[in-house]
Every structure is written in structure tokens, then in C-alpha cells.
């Protein structure tokens, strides 16, 4: 039998996050990394180099090899329309790198031109791939916690006032899409519509208090969920000096609590076991510092892709799915300018 084909990928923008994208990557044995392309010349340089593949300073070209299956778009969040649609055209299949855009528009129009050219779509949010995350859905889909009552995120994150000035583009909102919910939030807010369910309504409050940038520092809602629940959001890159991410799910037979990749709740009715190996899991946090976010959570993501296309079929984590938590933010941001509840 003949031996399968590696999986080709290349990589757009040549930033911090796609780092993560290239070591995943070069860890696969399925998957092979085949070229970098970045605008900046030099920066797609010393990428190709690290990595030991071809690069480009112009994207257009490097969609033309043929030993390319998937693109992956590191760019910054604003920035993934254009090489999106330019790869779906190429016939490439496509990962980008959260959130899938900025706005529900660009966001559609990302879906409807993969629809169109026919190439599968993933969004990475590497959270729901964590053990605990599965674990904790699982309970929720088994009935286990009874009718859900109280879902909440709280994110409360630091980012240093250098943080935002190395980079420019963070925290505009024509780029940044906004800023802590956004950017930083937005893992544990898919999160909590996962596992709760959708969300109904929203009255959010948003506000810019430690860092001299246009999008928000500290982003709060009030949430209804259409199963009758209720919850809240606290996104915040200025809550010194940074604390995990926590996710806590309560309904009328038990609570569940994740603090970043960890449970450390688990106190459901009747049940006097507890998934104890998930209680001290070694864990990456980016709370204040963007380099310790753990990428282990892009693997499967990566090889799910590669599953899809010699399966044909659609990825786990596809268009649709990635499309919620940015419908969430940019509401609480319309509810937070309007001083209105938005009904989704």
C-alpha cells in the first residue's frame, strides 16, 4: 500500500501566534510545513529561515504552489478578509486563528467565499480541545448538572502599557476589533456559549480605564441564554498583575468550575467521584504574559483539519461555530454604545 501523502501548509503572517501554528505543525507527522509569507520582507525571511522553508513577502505567490493544501492566517485579527478570500480562491482549505474577523460581515464573507470555492474552514479556538473543557461538556450533554442556571467568564487579564505600543495594531478598533473582549476574552467567552447554549440577550458596559488605546480595557454583560439561563462576562487586560481564566457553570444539581485548563470544582448531586486527573494539569496561562498561552490545544485542531480533508467532511470547529463568540462581543460592544439590551 502506498504510503499517504503528507498534508502541506503554509503559513500567513509571520507574528508571535504563528509560531505556535509552525511548531504544531513540524510536530505532525501527517503534516508538512512548506512555506512562511509575511509583508514585511525581512520578518518572512528570518521565519523561512527558523523553519527551514520557502518564503514570501507576497502572499498571492506563495498560493500558487501546488504542494500547498491549507493555509494558515496568523495575520493580525482584522487582517484575515483579504488573504482569506485570495486562499478560498486558490482552491487552498483554511485555518485562521481567532477570532475568524472582526465584524459579522467579514466574517460572512470568509464563510460564503469557502462555501463557494468548495475548501473546508477552521477556526481556532483551542480551548474546547482541553480535556477539562470536554469533560465538562460532556456532563452538561449527560444531564448531569440538571437544567442550567448560572453560566459565567471571567477573564481578568493584564497587558503592560508596552504590550500594546510594540505592536500598533493592538487595541484599534479598525485592526483589534476592540480589545480585551476581543482579543484576549474571547477563548472563554466561546467557551461559556458552548457548553450553556445560545445566548438570547445582552447588556453589556465596555470602558477604557489604565492604557491609552481606542478599544476597551474592561468589558462586563449580562447575559440570557435561550434555555432560561442567566450569566455574566468580566474581560479585563487591567487587573493587575493577571489572574487565570475562570469558567463556572452552575446548575440545579451541581457546579463545575475551570480555571484556565483546570478543574477545580466539581461538586455535582450524588456523584462522589470526581475527574481527579484534571484537577492539577500542567498549564500555560497567558494571564499577563501573551507568550505562556498554551498551544497544545492548536494540535488537534491542526490534525482535525488534515482528518477532514482525507474524509471529506466538514471540520469540528468550522465557520458557523467560530461565527458565535464574535456575534456575543460585537453585540455587547453595540449594547455598551447604545445603553440598550440587544436581543440576538
Known sequence: MSEKKQIGFGIVGAGMISAFHAQCIQEIDDARLVAVADKIPDKARQAGEKYGVEYYDDYHKMFQRDDIDVINICTPSGLHLDPALAAAQAGKHLIIEKPLEITLDRVDQIINACKKAKVKLACIFQRRFDKAAQRLKEAVEENQL???????AYIKWFRTHEYYAQAKWRGTLAIDGGAALMNQSIHTIDLLQWIMGPVQSIFGKVGTFTHDIEGEDIGLAILTFKNGAVGVIEGSTSAYPGFPSRLEIHGEKGTVIISDRNITTWEIEGQAEKPE????????????????INVEGHKPQIIDMIAAIRENRDPI????????????????????????????
Open 146 to 152: 440538571g437544567r442550567l442556571i448560572l453560566g459565567d
Open 317 to 344: 470547529l468550522g465557520g458557523a461555530e467560530a461565527r458565535k463568540a464574535v456575534q456575543i462581543i460585537t453585540t455587547i460592544y453595540q449594547s455598551s454604545k447604545t445603553g440598550k439590551i440587544i436581543i440576538l
Open 277 to 292: 486527573e484534571l484537577f492539577a494539569q500542567e498549564a500555560g496561562s497567558g494571564s499577563s504574559d501573551p507568550t505562556k
